[in-house]
């Protein structure tokens, strides 16, 4: 290329083509202040779209003292975006402010012991000379050493969840080959990518996609998005040992520590996160604990890795934590365009600095503008038509400086070289004249200079720039040199001065403007983002508002961003808690236990607070049944959310609007519904349902007798005021049982409540699968183990007689009442004979029913009639019915119903099949025959007492009674007898 | 006693609940055919109780979708092949099914999500009910009671969830019906394509689709958060059409885990 007056062995320290740590003199004379920086959010105060490198430097420097704690600034674009031009920028600034100490780690730090090794210029002690460099390492060395990590990680207590087998078949799956080849295979992309230089960089020991699918097939129940992290975060513990890299995060304290003491505070600038390889994690966990230190702290990355640890993370949690510790996030690309917005509006200005960085300074005077040899068109030209290695358009100051370094190392003249370069022209865009395409045959040079140095409006060039580029014009294309100057406004623009103003940078964007026209439609641009806030593509969905909260609420933040990142206090919980209440109270049934179909619910937790325990705070984890929240990064987002709640108002609508939120909270309440279940369960001995049942299958059958739960009515919950256990002679001795009898409306009510779906509907599904699998011999044995440790607030909720005065009964009190009453009914099965004594008089009327008919019946009656008469045996009024007997009653039919209870009776197997013969007893005593029968024993009965009586009394004073008397006496007696005896 | 299908609106049948139609469904299923009377016995009806004749609405409303039917044996129930189905599915079938004046029902649930609706309140039902694209069948005279009971029904069937003393409810689905639905697919052995989900959803069953081809927000909520549960697995997969479910996650393929697939 001819000279154009550039120095060209100045272009190799200017014109870098590798993003590399420019020294401060070439970054002073280069650098354009970038003025076009997004900002997503900054949350110390109010802030606009755009802001300028100073702005944000300000904002990073704007600390003093220790008490502030890690203040995290993130800035994300393309690569080549400026990202390191505004590190060191930052660096430069903090340079010059007094209680602030930069430590810039700059993207071509690509080896550990290089950090670690500037980390210690900061520290009064010697650095370690002793840490290798994990790349160097055989492959071999770096996969067992892995593989023993991660055996080890199976080992600890996170893996105590899996049952043993699974835990072998994980320890041999990861000393599988398969595995030890995902690990080589990680490694070797990690040593090519640590080198790779402008371009983004995936340094992974292992890849989690890799690691899901093979788990996925081999041990598909592992949770393998929980544990990857555990398995990477000890595999790259591992790494450091083997390097003998030490603990950076205790590097960084110690530095915290050392600025500490003299009031400064440091100021670490990453250039690109991915410096740190495998402990990038470490290190963010370290700085995203807010209180690890007093950092300000500048994290420089790409879009596309910002995108994959925290955009794209599934995790919601994780990705709203860290965005909720970031002071600001700054965009120096649109995520739409990858363009720069910095660039758009000063591509010129930039461009003009470079070159004038290059230039013959003796030139300065005879050039025409400070793009010579280019012009401002060739220029915005050539910045409108950046594209990547790809393919795809990317307009970032790196590529548009690599562009114009190969145009000026070119050997041909710069618009030859654009022109061969540069062909996607888009024609639509850029109109030339059809002459073109005709003088381009001829002319090829002259008509490129033209298409790209050429004025939009008129393609016409400069006279005096084509002399000084040294071009012989073409007579033909005289029409096309303009005499004036078609960059007029030069004289009035210092481009090109050590401070560029802001109207320069404007006036930039004019020109580019004029050149294009279309470029309105390329997106955001830095006119209309000024007005309106553009949301940009994925960082829409997790902004965050710069709101200013109260202090409180900050205050309850910061506690709850340390516990999830691990630190045991949190004062401030209960304000999560009666959050999350509010959101738990609006869905049904997550303080009821009921059958499922049902509506009817009455066993209720009657605490006053919900049971949520906090893992890792001082919440008293009971082993009962509640609702546990793990700190984890995953709920983060919910937790936060809690956190602001105050109200079921609230509540409502955090829950309309998130959906998310609302599925989390199903989820918890499902959970929290399945252990009350199985705690209940597990404590009782059997299915909840079950001891219900049996409950009331007591308290029914010993009301009412009715005992078989197929008998239709023997739902009918509505039970006699007066049971028929007061037959008994034992059983209504037997204090629980008595004691359960008084609660026989509240166990009716659970009853109903479990076996019902309303109160006029039974569920008799439900019904018979307990029936049939917990016999109540079972079910007593199962109740025997437990004691009333269920005391764990549920009441049953039942406005009844029982318990009187709206006092409810304890779950836990009414399981104890049953497992004693159902210890009494049991043992009491095992000596049922004394209480055939009680059916004593239904037995004897049976007896005396056997053969018997009415006629006899009358003919019996009357003779007893005479007796009782003669010996003045006073007459009961009832009597006088026997008299009225009906000709109809059948006793034979009497006989023969009375025979299985008779023989129940006889073995009398179980207290049921008591109460069962109590009440087939009791409903024959309804019968008409039944009570003729009873009345006339009675009568006999009394008749027989007189008489034995007289007889007693006769033989005693034998002298008062004449011996007819005493004949007629014993005739009577003789004949009585025979009658009972028949 | 009439054989025909009832034809009273399934927007009528305020007093039937969804358990009582699941455990009629039961009774009928474990040992139909049985009369009316019959099945009055087993679920402890006695009339002249709350004056509403809860079994045989009940028995009406499942004949109206098909569940069961009525012959002089008494009712059966329809579908034997279909056991093991989960009973709220097979009413959302039924629903499905259920065509001319009779497609309201559904038909509202649909406007829901297609609408891309998170939340509605009983009034904005009411206000959808009456809007002249939507077919409320003629006669029905549109009220809170109605609404109220369309609302306890469909929380039933686990279409949508009842905020607790609200007047307003999520549109989103019950993870349960979801992972029913997958399980019907084979999704318990091996991966399904969300878009054959969807597909078999959409004819089957119910929307999940927003007009836009997106999945409706309560189902990508439903999605991650059974995915979250370790109860599903979200796969993506280059060479299949997308759907996102949260921001910058999108899935393609689905898969139970395997506690999952086996607690049928």
């Keep these: 290329m001819p000279e154009f007056y550039i120095r060209h062995q100045q272009l190799d320290t200017f014109f870098r083509t590798e993003a590399l740590e420019k020294p401060a003199e070439v970054f002073r004379k280069v650098h354009t202040p970038i003025d076009q920086i997004a900002v997503d959010f900054y949350k110390e105060g109010p802030y606009e779209r755009f802001v300028s490198e100073d702005q944000v430097a300000r904002w990073v420097l704007n600390s003093s003292g220790t008490l502030w704690g890690n203040r995290i600034f993130t800035i994300t674009g393309e690569t080549g975006s400026g990202k390191s031009e505004l590190c060191q920028a930052i660096r430069y600034q903090a340079e010059e402010t007094k209680g602030h100490v930069p430590i810039l780690i700059s993207r071509s730090m690509t080896r550990l012991r290089d950090i670690v090794s500037l980390l210690h210029q900061h520290l009064d002690e010697p650095q370690p000379d002793d840490i290798g460099e994990i790349t160097a390492l055989p492959a071999e060395t770096v996969r067992s ?94 790494m450091k040992r083997l390097v003998s890299l030490g603990d950076l995060s205790q590097r960084l304290r110690s530095i915290a520590q050392h600025y500490q003491k003299q009031s400064k505070r440091p100021v670490l600038i990453m250039e690109d996160l991915t410096s740190f390889g495998f402990v990038k994690e470490d290190l963010l966990d370290y700085l995203f604990d807010l209180n690890g230190g007093n950092f300000d702290v500048v994290i420089g990355w790409t879009t596309g890795f910002e995108a994959e640890q925290l955009l794209r993370n599934p995790n919601e949690g994780v990705r709203s934590y860290m965005m909720d510790r970031m002071k600001g996030r700054f965009l120096t690309t649109s995520q739409d365009t990858r363009g720069s917005f910095f660039l758009e509006r000063n591509h010129l200005p930039m461009v003009a600095r470079y070159l004038d960085a290059v230039r013959e300074p003796a030139a300065a005077d005879r050039i025409p503008d400070p793009f010579y040899p280019l012009n401002p068109y060739a220029v915005t030209r050539i910045y409108q038509q950046l594209i990547d290695d790809k393919g795809q358009q990317k307009r970032t100051p790196r590529l548009l400086i690599d562009v114009i370094g190969r145009i000026l190392r070119s050997n041909v003249p710069p618009w030859e070289e654009i022109e061969a370069r540069l062909l996607r022209v888009n024609l639509q865009d850029w109109p030339l004249p059809d002459s073109f395409f005709t003088l381009k045959q001829e002319y090829p040079a002259a008509v490129a200079l033209l298409k790209w140095y050429g004025r939009p409006d008129d393609h016409k060039v400069d006279r005096r720039t084509v002399e000084l580029l040294g071009v012989a014009w073409p007579p033909a294309l005289a029409q096309y040199l303009s005499d004036e100057s078609i960059w007029s406004e030069r004289s009035d623009e210092p481009v090109g001065q050590d401070q560029p103003t802001k109207e320069e940078g404007e006036h930039g964007a004019g020109v580019a403007g004029q050149v294009a ?222 004691d359960l009898m008084r609660l026989k409306q509240t166990v009716a009510a659970l009853y109903q409540s479990f076996f019902y779906i309303n109160t006029t509907t039974a569920d008799p599904v439900a019904l018979e699968r307990i029936a049939a699998g917990y016999p109540f011999s079972k079910a007593v044995a199962a109740l025997n183990g437990f004691n009333k440790q269920i005391d764990i607030g549920f009441k049953v909720a039942v406005a009844s007689s029982d318990t009187g005065q709206g006092k409810e009964k304890a779950l836990h009190e009414l399981m104890l009442l049953l497992r004693q009453a159902g210890g009494e009914l049991l043992s009491a099965g095992k000596s049922l004979a004394p209480e055939r004594d009680t059916f004593g008089p239904f037995q004897e009327t049976m007896a005396f029913a056997d053969g018997m008919t009415v006629p006899l019946l009358k003919e019996q009656l009357a003779t007893l009639r005479g007796i009782a008469v003669r010996y003045k045996v006073m007459a009961r009024p009832e009597w006088q019915s026997l008299q009225e007997m009906s000709p109809a009653l059948d006793f034979g039919a009497l006989t023969k119903r009375s025979e299985s209870v008779l023989a129940t009776i006889g073995i009398l197997s179980d207290p049921f099949r008591l109460m069962e013969a109590h009440r087939a007893v009791s409903q024959m005593e309804e019968l008409e025959a039944y009570k003729t029968l009873s009345l006339a024993r009675e009568m006999l009965h009394e008749v027989e007492d007189a008489l034995r009586e007289i007889t007693r009394r006769s033989l005693n004073q034998q002298q008062k009674f004449a011996q007819r008397d005493r004949e007629d006496c014993e005739d009577a007696y003789t004949t009585l007898s025979e009658t009972l005896e028949g | ?201 959409e004819t089957r069953y119910f929307c999940q689709l927003c007009a836009d081809g997106t999945l409706h927000p309560g189902v990508a909520a439903t999605l991650a958060e059974l995915s979250s549960c370790n109860r599903l697995r979200l796969i993506y997969k280059d060479d299949a059409p997308p759907f996102q479910i949260a921001a910058g996650q999108s899935v393609t393929h689905l898969v139970l885990v395997k506690e999952e697939s086996s607690d049928a």
């Design chain 1, 517 to 738: 026209p279309s470029k309105q439609a390329s997106g955001l641009t830095p006119d209309n983002a000024g007005g309106s806030k553009t949301t940009t593509g994925t960082t829409a969905t997790v902004r965050t508002e710069p709101t200013q909260p109260k202090p409180q609420v900050d205050q309850d933040l910061l506690e709850l961003q340390n516990w999830v990142a691990g630190s045991d206090t949190f004062p401030g919980r209960q304000k999560l808690k009666a959050g999350l209440t509010y959101l738990l109270n609006l869905t049904e049934d997550h303080a009821t236990i009921a059958n499922p179909r049902g509506q009817l619910s009455v066993l209720k937790y009657e605490k006053s607070t919900l049971p949520i325990v906090m893992a890792g705070t001082n919440d008293s984890d009971v082993d009962h049944p509640a609702i546990r929240l793990q700190p984890t990064r995953e709920h983060y987002e919910f937790y936060r959310i809690c956190l602001a709640i105050t109200s079921a108002r609230e509540a409502e609508a955090s829950l309309s609007e998130n959906l998310r939120l609302a599925a989390w909270v199903g989820s918890l309440v499902r959970e929290y519904q399945q252990s009350q279940r199985v705690y209940l369960s597990t404590r009782l001995g059997l299915p909840i349902e079950a001891a219900i049942f049996h409950a009331y299958r007591i308290v029914k059958a010993m009301s009412t007798g009715i005992v078989d739960p197929a008998e239709p009515t023997f739902a009918d919950t509505a039970l006699p005021a007066v049971p028929l256990l007061n037959r008994t002679s034992g059983l209504k001795q037997m204090p629980n049982l008595r």
């Design chain 1, 145 to 238: 050493a892995a593989v023993t990590e991660c055996l080890l990680t199976v080992e600890t207590k996170a893996f105590q969840a899996y049952t043993p087998e699974q835990r072998q078949k994980l320890r041999q799956i990861l000393q599988d080959v398969a595995f030890g080849r995902l690990i080589e295979r990680a490694f070797t992309r990690y040593k090519k990518e640590v080198v790779a230089q402008g371009k983004e960089r995936v340094l992974e020991l292992m890849d989690y996609d890799e690691f899901q699918n093979l788990m996925s097939g081999a041990a598909p129940f592992l949770k393998a998005a929980e544990v990857f992290p555990l398995f990477r975060s000890r595999v790259n513990d591992g």
């Design chain 2, 1 to 201: 006693m009439s054989f025909e299908v009832p034809t009273s609106y399934l927007l009528n049948y305020i007093t039937t609940l969804g358990g009582t139609l699941e455990t009629l469904y039961n009774i009928v299923a474990l040992q139909g055919p049985l009369p009316l009377k019959e099945i009055r016995i087993r679920t402890d009806y006695r009339p002249g109780g709350a004056g509403e004749d809860h079994v045989k609405n009940g028995l009406n409303f499942l004949h109206t979708l098909d569940l069961v039917s009525l012959d002089h044996d008494g009712y059966s129930t329809t579908d034997k092949a279909a056991e093991g189905v989960d009973f709220r599915l097979k009413v959302v079938a039924g629903l499905r099914k259920a065509s001319g004046d009779q497609g309201h029902f559904l038909e509202l649930h649909d406007v829901l999500v297609r609408e891309g609706r998170a939340s509605v309140t009983d009034d904005e039902l009411i206000a959808i009910l009456n809007r002249k694209d939507f077919t409320t069948p003629g006669e029905t005279d549109i009220n809170p009671v109605k609404t109220g009971w369309w609302i306890r029904t469909c929380d039933y069937l686990g279409l949508v969830q009842q905020l607790n003393g609200r007047k307003r409810i999520l549109v989103m689905p019950d993870p349960n019906l979801i992972t029913a639905m997958l399980r019907e697919l084979g999704a318990n052995r091996k991966e399904v394509s969300v878009v054959d989900w969807l597909r078999h959803s």
